[in-house]
């Protein structure tokens, strides 16, 4: 009985300290992916410099990630961990609708800033990105807007107007060009989109 109550613990001790072994790599390969994604783009990044980069044999990858989904499963969530997109419930907490659109796009051209290399090389390599982590980023946009356009005092072909210039406002192309093609400061970008706005729905001479 006491052989057994010994070997008992010691049993538990290495299964819990193999899991927690397997929690480590899969972290290793994830915060590796995500490193190079942002610095070479997906279109570049290969298992075998994956499994460099995390230290791991590329056999270790697929054994942790079987296919591309997987991998950017995990290498989205470690990103959005460290770098988490705007709350869309704060805005929708602002009543009036040119503030909640002022400070989203503040919320949202710093958010820009800080992630600038990722988006840059996903969206360049964007045919590398699965469909199904393509999509999750395009409905968090599509609900951005949707939130900035509620209660707006637009209706009809105006209020359309006014739903594509958000829809523009928010999109990472337009912070690009304004601010590092252009030479605006995130500030002035804000107000020139905000502008842009309140002006996309009465314009002259149209209903």
Not at 113 to 124: A, K, P, V
Request: aromatic share 8%; charged share 30%; hydrophobic share 40%.
């Amino acid at each position: 009985m006491s052989v057994g109550i010994t070997k008992g613990p010691k049993r538990r001790y290495r299964k819990r300290r193999r899991a927690e072994l397997e929690v480590q790599t899969r972290q290793r390969i994830a915060e590796a992916t995500a490193k190079l994604h942002g610095t070479l783009g997906p279109a570049r990044t290969t298992v075998s410099a994956i499994a460099r980069e995390a230290g791991v044999q590329r056999a270790t990858v697929y054994r942790h990630f079987p296919d591309d989904q997987a991998l950017f499963d995990a290498c989205t969530a470690h990103f959005y961990a460290h770098h988490p997109l705007p709350e869309l419930e704060q805005w929708a907490s602002i009543a009036d609708p040119d503030d909640r659109l002022r400070q989203a796009l503040a919320d949202l051209y710093a958010w820009y800033g800080r992630t600038e290399h990722m988006l840059s090389n996903t969206q360049r390599d964007a045919a590398h990105v699965p469909p199904r982590t393509r999509q999750r980023f395009l409905t968090y946009f599509a609900a951005a807007r949707e939130v900035l356009v509620h209660g707006r005092p637009e209706r009809g072909r105006p209020r359309a107007r006014a739903a594509a210039a958000i829809g523009h406002a928010i999109a990472f192309p337009t912070w690009r060009s304004l601010v590092r093609e252009q030479g605006l400061d995130d500030d002035e970008a804000v107000e020139l989109m905000a502008r842009t706005v309140a002006e996309a729905g009465p314009l002259a001479g149209r209903g």
